[in-house]
């Protein structure tokens, strides 16, 4: 939102700064992103936040969504309802402060009317129906789950270990990391990984696996002990605005964030280079999957181990890295 809440002299900020990530009329977004897939042949699925559109228009919206598309991207759905509730207030009064940013938050009939207002949305940007869902803030519990399913949302990618006690499942999920069948509509949880490094904003000492989080060392680690195990899924995440330096809110200058983006780059090359051993697939695919097999239920998974120097050695280093210079 850019500080727009609470600021009536900010707006939101658009996809020129915070999709694109434009330096230089460079794109270090969206843009870089897609490059650095389509040189190993990769597919990725980039979840799109849908209410921005009531803020920005439908146009520019429709831009980037075709972009992804053409690209050859899967794209599916994504929801921070701060967007929503600005396109809603009165345009003379104070911006103060979103109700809540999370759909898992609403309550009653108002939940499964804003999800189907986004499904409206998305399937006017896209041109098909998401099949596939991630929320906002990864914040999710049951009764959104049946709201996915009555919308024919195959899967949700919500479940973040690391943050339990934030409202991402908060009663828990059992076997980490694994795909699971909840509620008619199947989950599944970000790859967590177990650090000895004691953090007070991971929970457990679990942190998701990010390009952001975890180093390169960290990221090839998860992998190979993923497929050690016989682990059938790995799901990483990362965002469009990941690879830059922004310094301010407002994304008014950036620079390159260059340790995040080889980081982002050596796990596409690794992945590309073992191809025997890992299937890079777009969780669209995954839904596809799953909508023809539905006994494919894995229970199969396992929760990599770091160790405490190399996390400790990736926190020095992030530290230095948030400055920006």
């Given at each position: 939102?850019?500080?727009?809440?609470g600021?009536?002299?900010?707006?939101?900020?658009?996809?020129?700064?915070?999709?694109?990530?434009?330096i230089?009329?460079?794109?270090?977004?969206?843009?870089?992103?897609?490059?650095?897939?389509?040189?190993?042949?990769?597919?990725?699925?980039f979840?799109?936040?849908?209410?921005?559109?009531?803020?920005?228009?439908?146009?520019?919206?429709?831009?980037?969504?075709?972009?992804?598309?053409?690209?050859g991207?899967?794209?599916?759905?994504?929801?921070?309802?701060?967007f929503?509730?600005?396109?809603?207030?009165?345009?003379?009064?104070p911006?103060?402060?979103?109700p809540?940013?999370?759909?898992?938050?609403?309550?009653?009939?108002?939940?499964?009317?804003?999800?189907?207002?986004?499904?409206?949305?998305?399937r006017?940007?896209?041109?098909?129906?998401?099949?596939?869902?991630?929320?906002g803030?990864?914040?999710?519990?049951?009764?959104?789950l049946?709201?996915?399913?009555?919308q024919?949302?195959v899967?949700?990618?919500?479940?973040?270990?690391?943050?339990?006690?934030?409202?991402?499942?908060?009663?828990?999920?059992?076997?980490?990391?694994?795909?699971?069948?909840?509620?008619?509509?199947?989950?599944?949880?970000?790859?967590?990984?177990?650090?000895?490094?004691?953090?007070?904003?991971?929970?457990?000492?679990?942190?998701?696996?990010?390009a952001?989080?975890?180093?390169?060392?960290?990221?090839?680690?998860?992998?190979?002990?993923?497929?050690?195990?016989?682990?059938?899924?790995?799901?990483?995440?990362?965002?469009?605005?990941?690879?830059?330096?922004?310094?301010?809110?407002?994304y008014?200058?950036?620079?390159?964030?260059?340790?995040?983006?080889?980081?982002?780059?050596?796990?596409?090359?690794?992945?590309a280079?073992?191809?025997?051993?890992?299937?890079?697939s777009?969780?669209?695919?995954?839904?596809?999957?799953?909508?023809?097999?539905?006994?494919?239920?894995?229970?199969?998974?396992?929760?990599p181990?770091l160790?405490f120097?190399?996390?400790?050695?990736?926190k020095?280093?992030?530290?230095i890295?948030?400055?920006?210079?």
């Amino acid at each position: 939102m850019g500080g727009a809440w609470g600021n009536s002299n900010l707006r939101p900020v658009g996809a020129d700064r915070r999709i694109y990530c434009y330096i230089d009329g460079k794109s270090h977004g969206i843009g870089w992103i897609c490059k650095e897939l389509n040189a190993r042949n990769l597919k990725a699925t980039f979840f799109a936040e849908v209410f921005g559109a009531l803020i920005f228009g439908e146009d520019e919206t429709r831009e980037w969504f075709q972009y992804l598309l053409d690209q050859g991207q899967d794209v599916q759905l994504h929801t921070h309802l701060s967007f929503y509730f600005f396109s809603q207030r009165a345009p003379s009064g104070p911006n103060s402060r979103a109700p809540t940013d999370n759909l898992a938050d609403i309550e009653g009939p108002l939940r499964g009317e804003l999800l189907e207002q986004a499904c409206e949305i998305f399937r006017r940007m896209a041109g098909y129906d998401p099949v596939a869902y991630r929320a906002g803030n990864w914040r999710m519990d049951r009764r959104l789950l049946q709201d996915l399913r009555a919308q024919g949302i195959v899967l949700d990618t919500s479940f973040n270990r690391g943050i339990q006690g934030s409202g991402s499942f908060d009663e828990g999920l059992d076997p980490l990391n694994a795909l699971q069948f909840i509620e008619g509509i199947w989950e599944l949880p970000v790859t967590v990984a177990h650090q000895g490094l004691p953090v007070d904003s991971v929970a457990d000492g679990l942190r998701a696996v990010t390009a952001t989080s975890l180093s390169r060392w960290e990221l090839q680690k998860v992998l190979d002990d993923s497929h050690a195990s016989g682990a059938t899924h790995v799901c990483i995440a990362f965002h469009s605005f990941h690879g830059v330096k922004p310094k301010d809110v407002q994304y008014t200058k950036m620079k390159p964030d260059r340790i995040v983006q080889r980081r982002f780059e050596f796990l596409l090359d690794y992945l590309a280079a073992n191809q025997d051993r890992f299937h890079v697939s777009t969780v669209g695919e995954l839904a596809g999957q799953l909508q023809t097999q539905p006994d494919m239920e894995e229970r199969r998974a396992s929760v990599p181990k770091l160790g405490f120097f190399h996390p400790l050695a990736r926190k020095l280093v992030q530290g230095i890295n948030s400055i920006y210079f």
